[in-house]
Structures are given as structure tokens and as C-alpha cells.
């Protein structure tokens, strides 16, 4: 049977405002319908779960809660599931009825909604996520990966709006890829599409060959885990990889470009310059309408935008009727995922690939 101990309060927190490298206005979303049922939807962070309710159509408030506070530690290690399931109920606005639950999870996510590969730590298995979801809230469940996601929410309500294949380049901790081709979501055979943290760039190890450290030519030096004689994208460009290569690894790198700092710089530049092959090779490889940047480190220091851009037109300048690579930086923030997991849920509910469980349906 479907739980019914619902504790229900209005969410708290607020979405971050957008930032445009081209400007796209978004256009006014459609008016609330005069309806009780209610859309709930969820990212879940490295750090952070962040929860929604969207109520005739439109996005409310976002609450972001610290993985830290929501964990139970459970016979096999740190338990996730309570505290989202207490996280959700009190984001359901009081009086209304959930009709879809929307969950985008940091992993890869096959084309039968399975998560490819260990799940995030203190989560259960896509399935296991799901059945719990639709038991607590007793409505249908999607959960996919947030980098699709985010990159759906981009294309259809950001950055690029407008257009039929747009990829969202989110550059963090780490760097990851959601594609959207001809409005749909490419997630590949395996779910792994996309994976391009894990790109190789040619590398040399030392004069033996076998050392640890690999340094990219042009790029810089990282402590890699790929083969001999190549790294990884995200060792070396990656927000995490820097930070290990230009401080003592125990701080952020604020890569800001009006720091005087020379790490910070020299920084700055070998970022440029890998983001751009990254940028050149989805060129070449997805030819893309429109290439959205997003992550942390654009959130935070857009000012990288123009030279990255310029950088980019070097490497991929127009030629035989082909535009160089179009650069937007994205427009909804921390809200892409959920937008464009309200988005993908509600085309599935349609498509009837998620159904309403069987004991609501009676």
C-alpha cells in the first residue's frame, strides 16, 4: 500500500539568477493552471539535494538541503533514502495531490532507467529508488542522469532555446556532458554518452616512462590513473585537477581572471586551453547548434567566457559553410536539472514509459 504520513510544509531557498554570454530572453511560462496537482522534483549533488514542486506548470522554490544532515547511518553504511523521502514530503505544497516525481542522480542511466555502474554512495539502485519513491508518494517515478537533464532544461527553457541539438558543457569538480540531439536526450548504448571527463589526451611520464606524474603538452601536469603515456580530461582541467596541479590541494582554486595570483592565471590558461580542445572535438564530432556552458567554475567566473570563446574560434574557425562552435553561457543555473527533469518526466508520463502505480490506478 502507498504510505499516507505526509508532513507537508512550503520549501525555503531561492534559484540563482542566469547569466548570458549571448543573451536569450526566456519567454513568460504559461499561466498556473487552476489545479492541485503537483510535480515534485529533485537533484542530488555530491554535496547537496536540492528539491522542487512545480504547481500549474511553474518551478517553485528551491530547497537545498547537505547530504550530511540527511544521511542515518544504516547497516551497510550511510543511508540516503530517509531524508530524501523527508526532504520531498515537506516540499509538496499543502492541499495538493503529487501526480509525478522527477529524480536526477549523479550517474550514468541506460535507456530502461537503470543506473549503469555503482550508485551514488547511500543510495539504492535505480530500482530500488524507484519502487521507494512511488510507494512514499503513490504517483509515477522517473529518474535519470542529471547531466541529460540539465542539458534537456538548457535546451527547451535556457540557453538554447530555440534549437534542435545543444550540448551543455559543465565545467566543476569535474566536467561532464549532456547531449541533446534533434530534442532528445542521447544517452548512447550503455548510458555512457557523454563521459567526456574521461577523454585521453596524449601525455609524457618522465624519461622511463612508468612515472605517476603525466604532463600534456601545452596543457600542464597531473597525477593521472589513465594508461602509460596519457590523462585523463578531468586530471588535468577538471576544477579538482587543477587545484591538486596549481595549490597544495588542500583549498578551492578560485580561478577568477581579475586575480592577480599567478597560480590563479596559470590556471586559468591551462583550463582555457583544454576547454577549448574539449569545445573543438564536440564540434567536430557532434556538430551542435549551440555549445552551453555551465558548472561552478562558469557560475563563478564567467569572465573566462570571451577568451575561452576566442580560443575556440582559433581551433574551429568557419570553413566550407560551417560556422565556428557557438558559445552561450547557460541561463538556468543550479535549475537545469530540474527543469529538465519536470521536463523528461512529464514526455515520459505521456509516452508511457512510467506508469501510475498499479494499487493508485484501481
Known sequence: MCSSDLTVRRAEGSPSAPVALHPTPLRPGPRPERSSATTLVAELGSEQLRVAALLGG??????????????????????????????????????????????????RVDGCGRIVGTPPDGLPDADGLRSALEEAFCAPVLVDAAAGLAALGEARQGAGRGHRDVVLLQIGETISLGIVSDRRVLRGAHGAAGAIGRILLPAHRGVSGLDTDARVPRIGAAESTAPVG?????????????????????????????????????????????????????????DPEVTVLGGSIMATAPGLAPALERRVAELMPAVEGVPAPHLRLGRLGSRAALIGASIAGRAALQAGTIRRPEHRER
Open 58 to 107: 511553474r518551478l517553485g522554490k528551491v530547497s537545498a538541503l547537505r547530504l550530511a544532515e540527511l544521511a542515518v547511518e544504516g547497516p551497510d553504511g550511510p543511508d540516503l533514502l530517509p531524508g530524501i523521502l523527508r526532504a520531498l514530503r515537506s516540499s509538496v505544497p499543502a492541499g495538493s495531490e503529487v501526480e509525478l516525481v522527477a529524480f536526477a542522480v549523479p550517474a
Open 230 to 286: 596519457f590523462v585523463r580530461a578531468d586530471e588535468v582541467v577538471g576544477g579538482t585537477g587543477l587545484a591538486r596541479i596549481f595549490t597544495d590541494g588542500s583549498r578551492p582554486l578560485e580561478l577568477r581572471p581579475e586575480v592577480s595570483d599567478r597560480r590563479v592565471k596559470a590556471a586559468a590558461r591551462q583550463g582555457i586551453e583544454g576547454w577549448a580542445l574539449l569545445v573543438s572535438d564536440l564540434a567536430a564530432i557532434l
